[in-house]
């Protein structure tokens, strides 16, 4: 919840009032900066603050594109509290598509940062001092890795009796109960108390509207329990269904290839298979042999490496393991 006077990168944050700043603390080794839009919007009404974020990792342009569509539609405009939107948080990977940040590392491997270590590491560090203490809450966009697809889920702490309401809330297909990674933006967030959704969807370097309208609909209505903005009127534009009950996703399982070849998926998104069921298959190039692949018990799949060629223990297709 915001104080009376609220001053964010030294700058004041006036009731009623919106800001754009650039946090801009690393440089490349031309000596450009690497400025980090900051959109601010806080209502004249006291209330929590969330901070949206997206594209920590440069490639995940779904991420990017769900904050984008916030901003762009004036979401972000509280009646309540105030909302900190970061579109686009590894400026540098977004502009190179490319994961990494400029020093080669995974900016979401150095969390809490340091004052003093690498390049990603200085940004990290910032990011949590100057701007993560003013939230109360945090949706964090990202997409799968590589080729791997993934239906929309949240992923919350195991034993968080309020993310877990708020997972609900959001409204995505699936909330999975991951273990804090160490070292990543979400177990540093956490770390400072604050309550943070995880949101997946889609893969990597692609565009998907359904992916894009799950994230933007479960930002909505994850703000309005909040008591941040009634968005009943643009729900109800966006034809969101406000009866989905997700699926609590406790226990998982990687199906990995048993050999090297092209892989096809006969699985669906969101689909629940039962043990035994064909789900795929892999084969070699050259027509000898092909190898089906089944479902090692009951479960829904969630993830589906989209790549056509696989070698031997890639993970392939992710699964929930249901009694």
Not at 233 to 254: C, D
């Amino acid at each position: 919840m915001q104080t009376t006077n609220v001053e964010v990168l030294g700058k004041d944050v006036l009731s009623g009032k919106g800001l754009h700043l650039n946090l801009d603390i690393a440089k490349l080794h031309t000596g450009t900066k690497i400025e980090v839009p900051i959109i601010i919007e806080r209502a004249k009404v006291p209330g929590p603050t969330i901070l949206i974020t997206g594209g920590i990792h440069g490639d995940e342009i779904n991420g990017v594109e769900i904050v984008r569509k916030i901003v762009a539609n004036g979401y972000h405009k509280p009646q309540k509290g105030m909302v900190i939107c970061i579109p686009v948080i590894n400026i540098f990977g977004f502009l190179n598509q490319t994961r990494q940040f400029p020093d080669g590392r995974d900016l979401n491997r150095v969390f809490p940062g340091s004052k003093r270590g690498s390049l990603a590491s200085i940004f990290a560090y910032h990011l949590m001092k100057e701007i993560v203490p003013h939230a109360d809450y945090c949706l964090d966009f990202h997409t799968g890795g590589a080729d791997r697809f993934n239906a929309p889920q949240i992923r919350i702490n195991e034993g968080d009796e309020e993310s877990l309401t708020l997972a609900k809330v959001f409204g995505a297909p699936f909330i999975i109960q991951s273990k804090r990674r160490e070292k990543s933006y979400r177990d540093a967030a956490i770390s400072l108390g604050k309550k943070v959704l995880l949101f997946e969807g889609g893969k990597s370097l692609h565009l998907n509207d359904s992916i894009t309208n799950a994230g933007v609909n479960g930002a909505l209505n994850v703000m309005q329990h909040l008591g941040i903005r009634d968005f009943s009127n643009e729900l109800n534009e966006r034809a969101v269904e406000h009866s989905v009950t997700p699926k609590l996703i406790e226990n998982s399982k990687w199906i990995r290839a048993g050999y090297s070849g092209m892989f096809r998926s006969n699985a669906i998104l969101g689909k629940m298979y039962k043990k035994g069921e064909v789900i795929g298959s892999i084969s070699d190039p050259f027509g000898f042999f092909e190898k089906t692949i089944k479902a090692p018990s009951n479960g829904y799949v969630f993830c589906i490496n989209e790549a056509p060629i696989v070698n031997k223990g890639d993970a392939i297709i992710h699964m929930s393991i249901e009694a």
